[in-house]
Structures are given as structure tokens and as C-alpha cells.
């Protein structure tokens, strides 16, 4: 679904920071060997985390669902000094080209990744997180939010993608989807969390920014 007209998304495109090339390759890279390339951030989205991340220069960053590793590189540039982010992925078969985008971008010394499940997972990590990013399977996005709430601290944030999920949320005449139905779900939950704070942004597919009292 697009929310601008595609003129007005080539300026925007076009006066945003460009990409540094080893992202440029990998996105080449995704959209020419990897089904759904479409799940990408891509420079206007990754330009964004990345500028999140560095105007909260976090310590310890979460992100649940790596694919290729795009939107990891680009959140690492936020990273304090010693940071790590952590990052999560349950398809085994992306795990070689996101390890190896990881150290074209010379990051690969402050990425951890886990093969597996995040519902799993996550509990397993002993950390306090000054960020996190959701862009995993839709249907626990709910879970997911449970899960790292207590491991976030206060003050600190979280940013699910997807929260638009093409227009999707608004309905119409056929029953929508467990994915749409999940995403809905979680929308609402954010909106009455009296734990945080938030705003949902427009950006390609929604992105929902939400803040821990």
C-alpha cells in the first residue's frame, strides 16, 4: 500500500542520506536471491533506525527478526561505545548472508545473533535493553511486546514494524487474516498499555514508537 504518491517518494528518496555501498549490495543481493525481498528496510527505513539509534546511542539493542541483516547494520551505527546488539531469526537459511554482510560492514564485532525461536530465546538473554526493534512473525507480535518489556528499561523504546500491515488494519468486506487480526490486536494493546507511551508513524508499512514509562 502506498501512502504517498510514487513522485512524491522519489523526492523524499532522493533528499534522503544515501546508503553506504556495502547496504546497497545487500539490498542488490536480497532482491536477486531471497523470496519476499520486500521484507528489506531499505535506505529511506534504515536511514531512519539508524538516526533512532544514534540519538539514543543505546548500549544493549534487541532486534527480533534479522533476514539479511540490513536493518542490524544500520542500528549498530547507534551503538555506545562497547555496545551489542542482539538479533534473532528462525530461517536458517539466511544466516550465512546476514554473517557476511555482518562483517562487510565491519559490525560484525558488535552483532550477536541467535538461530531460533524469539519466544525461546529471548528469556535466555540477560540484558537490559535501551532499544528494541519487532519485525518478526505478526501473529505474536503480542508476545513478543510481554516478553520485552520487563527487559527494557525505563525510558527506553521500542519500535514494531509493519503495524499498517498495507492498510490491512482498517478492514472491509472480507474477514481479515490471523496476521491482520494479530496486528490489529496488538495495536489496540499498545494504544491501552498504561506502561508506555507511543505514536504509530506512517512510514512504509507503519512504524509503532513506543516508549517505556
Partial sequence: MEFISAELNEYVESHTQQEPVV????????????????MISGNLQGQILRMISL?????QILELGTYTGYSA??????????????????NEELEEMALKYFQKAEVAHKIKYYQGEA????????????????????????????????????????LADNVLWSGKVLGGTHKPDKDTQA??????????????????????????????K
Fill in 119 to 158: 519466544l525461546q530465546i529471548i528469556p535466555q538473554i540477560e540484558e537490559i535493553f535501551d532499544l528494541v526493534f519487532i519485525d518478526a512473525d505478526k501473529i505474536n507480535y503480542s508476545s513478543y511486546f510481554e516478553l520485552v518489556l520487563p527487559k527494557l528499561r525505563p525510558g527506553g523504546f521500542i
Fill in 23 to 38: 547496504l546497497a549490495e545487500l539490498f542488490r543481493e536480497t532482491h536477486a536471491n531471497i523470496l519476499m525481498p520486500r
Fill in 73 to 90: 547494520i544500520c542500528l549498530s551505527d547507534g551503538l555506545a561505545e562497547g555496545g551489542i546488539l542482539h538479533t534473532i531469526d528462525n
Fill in 55 to 59: 540519538m539514543i546511542r543505546p548500549k
Fill in 183 to 212: 496486528i490489529d490486536a496488538f495495536n489496540k494493546k499498545v494504544h491501552q498499555d498504561e506502561r508506555v507511551e507511543h505514536v504509530l508513524l506512517p512510514l512504509r508499512d507503519g512504524i509503532m514508537l513506543i516508549r517505556k
